[in-house]
């Protein structure tokens, strides 16, 4: 548990960060059977309350009731896993159960009580229990077994003195270590910090997950279609594979062969690799978002809320893209960044933002594109930007003004993935370029040019191709 700080301390803020495991086989084996050991732990409470459910009995739920009957068991009891560690398990199963008693409390009725088995469950242990010394980890082990030094595939970001708790997990077949530490809130100069009266307006979307207009004419676009084109390569692909391997699967009940299995450990792979990605993605553009507003000394974001967006029916393709999207952890990215700056965030309905001028406050029909242009003023201008300025205007807090920003910067998020860059070419989209030339689709090949349509006001469609000019 975090530990108690004075009244009087400076605040603090407690971030985590995911650090691979490079563990000899030998090392391997060990941190596995940790993990199955707290899966034992986590079995055995579950049999202790199923027991005491026959009997008639209240089952053990709390804390404390169940260290006691760990401390019956004896040392030695689940292998190679410490008492600190079997205690963090404990402490899982605790606060899993009180949260869906409250959930059930609060009229939640699909909200379950933990009484399904775990194979691995992950183990977590507080400062003063392990050691951190540069890219080397000492966690502590049972009474009379050595102990398990394990090295890291980089450097813990954090300060020694500074992390709270490690917890050892396991993603996709391959093991995490995550690290949590307190992080001191971000020290400014004078008349360097976050000013309270200056204010920026955030549009969240899917095309450009942020589109920022803050003060004195200056805006921020952050584009996204490389992340969109990651989750469309991926889906693509996930799709092949398994069109690839139908005839394969076993039927319903059985195991399956060596064969299968690797298969689906390769996919478990793929979806762990897919969803880190996309996770760093979002936190370099929240990043960006956050390093831009402290130099301009932005004190308040106003980030508009897509409440209810997810909920529609918006067809197959585009409710896809929405899934893609995850407003929420768009937002948690946000948070989270900005808290460590020292900058508020608010949180407002966007309902109606980007279909209304924010010069003469008239309804327009939604543009298709990203142009926005009002009718009744003659505004035209980038249609989330129209967004980002409604929704600072609709903050009843205060501050200053947010007008149309005349000055834009552009910034593109996820260019760490492939294929963002000319330097790393995606093999995924080798394959489906491929596979779109085979179809005879644009635009791996070359399409013949079409007739304009009768009564078309584009003049440029309708020009003739002269051949180039010859020299004499």
Known sequence: MPRKRPANAPRVLHRSARVALRATPAQARRLWQLLVSGGDVWACVLELNALRRSRGDAPLVGYQALCRELARAGPGTFGELDSAGARSVLRRYSDAWFAAAKARRAGDDTARFPRRRRRLVPLRW????FSVEGRS???PTAARRPPLEVRLAREVPYPPDRIRSVTLVAEAGRLYLDVCAEVPLAAHGPGQGPDPSLMAGVDLGVIHPFAVAGPGGEGLVVSGRALRAESRLHLADSRARRRAV???APSKGQRGSRRWRRFRARTRRIEARHRRRLSQARHEAAKTVVTWAVDKRVGRLVVGD???TLEGDAGRRHSQRLRD??????????????EAAGIEVVFVDERGSSSTCPNCRQRVPKPSGRRFSCPH??????RDLVGAVNIAARHEGGGDIVSMPETITHRRGGRHLPGAGRSRRDPRRIRWDSHRARRG???AVARPPEEPPEGSSSSVGALPLEDPPTAA
């Open 126 to 129: 507080y400062a003063g229990t």
């Open 137 to 139: 980890l000492r966690i």
């Open 246 to 248: 139908a005839r394969r």
């Open 306 to 308: 897509p409440v209810g």
């Open 325 to 338: 999207w995850r407003p929420g952890a768009w937002k948690a990215c946000l948070f989270d960044k900005a």
């Open 377 to 382: 003023c003659g505004l035209v201008g980038h």
């Open 441 to 443: 689709s644009w635009p």
